[in-house]
């Protein structure tokens, strides 16, 4: 069975560390987008999905920041239609526009602070 180059990269560069981490920031995303979707709409819990982001910084592989990166941008965008109804759908779409903007400007900083 044939794979994508850029799979069998990925999973080439995982050691036992990145292995760990990797599972730490999948359940955080799945924990936060649950919370999301629990919280009204109003409640910028997508914030935290800066954390998440944050641990990326230690994996070994840069490509892995813009993917945690990319997985918090389509789980803020898929939190919006499940929320429950809290703030004014004009406050909402701005809100999460500002979410996916905060979490590419952390994800370039993240990404190219490394030396």
Do not use: Q
């Amino acid at each position: 069975m044939k794979y994508h180059h850029s799979l069998r990269r990925l999973v080439g560069v995982l050691n036992t560390e990145d292995c760990f981490l990797s599972a730490v920031i999948g359940t955080l995303l799945v924990l936060l987008f649950v919370l999301d979707l629990l919280t009204p709409s109003g409640i910028a819990i997508w914030a935290l999905y800066v954390l998440p982001l944050g641990l990326s910084c230690w994996l070994s592989d840069r490509y892995l920041t813009v993917v945690v990166a990319g997985a918090c941008t389509v789980l803020i965008l898929l939190g919006y239609p499940h929320s429950p109804p809290g703030a004014s759908p004009e406050v909402v779409v701005i809100n999460r526009f500002l979410g996916v903007l905060m979490v590419w400007i952390a994800a370039f900083f993240l990404k190219f602070d490394r030396v």
